[in-house]
């Protein structure tokens, strides 16, 4: 597609219940990121694939987070047991290839509400 | 470790005037790559400029100027005769070249820039 497609949009739920996110790149791009920008924050880190493969899975801050991605295309990040503290824009990213000077191309985001 | 820096949370300005947003990076890398992003009030990130650790030649592109200087690791960001559409939060990001460092964009925490009319 033209860009990095993210959905839903906007995503409200009771908490203890589980959601999944979905990115779908650009075509062709080989390396996809998720970030988590909270309330008047940065952006934090989540985990990066290259392929299907996810060589740093570093930034997820527990257990109830997962990721996968298939095909070298589309990725789900899922949230277990969600928690308010989960309330956050989250965004994906990707890029031509992974080489560190190729800029991320950023979707719009999530917007995900934990009540 | 890798760490963005960016000093101004908030900066807010008159339509015309000039202005600069600072940031100032930490990397072990020798080789690295630096980013500014533009997040308009509609929520999407834009790449607006990527600079090599090794090419220190600042950059012009139309009202946006870029001076970096590696001897004090900063990657200051200037907008000249700033216009109201130039609200916006930026963000500036590092990236290693190694090939933990290099996996990812290491991000500051973003300053919200309000241009006034």
């Known amino acids: 597609g033209a860009g990095v497609s993210q959905s839903p949009s906007n995503k409200v739920t009771e908490k203890g219940k589980d959601v999944e996110l979905r990115c779908d790149p650009i075509?062709?791009?080989?390396?996809l990121y998720w970030y988590r920008q909270s309330l008047g924050q940065g952006l934090e880190f989540l985990i990066y694939?290259?392929?299907?493969?996810?060589?740093?899975k570093s930034g997820l801050p527990s257990d109830r987070f997962s990721a996968e991605r298939t095909g070298g295309s589309v990725s789900t990040l899922t949230i277990q047991r969600t928690q308010q503290e989960d309330s956050a824009v989250y965004l994906c990213?990707?890029?031509?290839?992974?080489?560190?000077?190729?800029?991320?191309?950023f979707g719009n985001g999530t917007r995900l509400t934990v009540t | 470790a890798q760490k963005v820096t960016q000093a101004q949370t908030e900066i807010s300005v008159v339509e015309k005037e000039d202005v600069t947003l600072d940031c100032v990076y930490e990397?072990?890398?020798?080789?690295?790559?630096l980013f500014w992003y533009k997040q308009p009030p509609s929520g999407e990130l834009v790449f607006l400029i990527r600079?090599?650790?090794?090419?220190?030649q600042n950059e012009i592109s139309g009202r946006y100027s870029w001076n970096f200087q590696k001897s004090t690791s900063s990657f200051n960001f200037t907008i000249t005769a700033s216009q109201v559409v130039d609200s916006a939060v930026y963000f500036c990001?590092?990236?290693?070249?190694?090939?933990?460092?290099?996996?990812?964009?290491?991000f500051g925490e973003g300053t919200q820039l309000t241009v006034n009319p």
């Open positions: 990213a990707s890029r031509k290839r992974q080489g560190a000077n190729s800029p991320l191309h």
């Open positions: 990001a590092l990236s290693g070249a190694g090939e933990t460092s290099g996996s990812r964009l290491t």
């Open positions: 075509s062709g791009h080989t390396a």
């Open positions: 600079r090599n650790s090794f090419d220190e």
């Open positions: 990397t072990r890398d020798t080789t690295y790559y």
């Open positions: 694939f290259q392929g299907n493969s996810a060589p740093d």
